[in-house]
């Protein structure tokens, strides 16, 4: 059931950012002009870098193709745009609620990987971070002597 829950927060994720980073490649200009307006140094650049990774970042977690890398990416584009939207206004104001959301979702992935139902799982494995500890004395069949 972990991998369906690891599925949907994937689908979910995914999507959002798929739809943001779309949102600025079709309307690049606009998206530079934001850029430019906030105070950017080389806004054309900054404008390109958020849209790949926001659009770049949402494939890769809505396929589970190279999650931890995809994750990273949504995570550092949440980061700008929590910088963008919430610098001119308070810390808890609506538009720090959606960037915070997304990046606790990334990285939630990014720690645990996209689950069974990805190309990760098909192309590598499933795999997650170790939990077993050197002092695991859970089970009495273990065979370390705590």
Do not use: H
């Not at 645990?112 to 795999?127: E, K």
């Amino acid at each position: 059931m972990a991998d369906v829950g690891l599925l949907i927060l994937r689908v979910g994720v995914g999507a959002t950012m798929i739809q943001a980073g779309l949102l600025k490649a079709f309307d690049f200009d606009t998206a530079v002009g934001s850029m430019e307006y906030g105070g950017w140094r080389l806004p054309k650049l900054a404008a390109f870098m958020v849209t790949a990774a926001e659009t770049a970042g949402g494939i890769g977690l809505l396929l589970g193709l190279l999650t931890p890398l995809a994750a990273c990416a949504v995570v550092a584009a949440m980061i700008d745009a929590w910088a963008v939207n919430v610098s001119a206004a308070a810390f808890w104001s609506d538009p720090f609620n959606v960037p915070f959301l997304i990046a606790v979702g990334a990285g939630a992935l990014l720690f645990t990987g996209a689950g069974r139902y990805s190309v990760d799982a098909r192309i590598f494995g499933s795999w997650r971070f170790a939990s077993v500890s050197r002092w695991d004395c859970s089970s009495w069949r273990s065979p370390r002597r705590c």
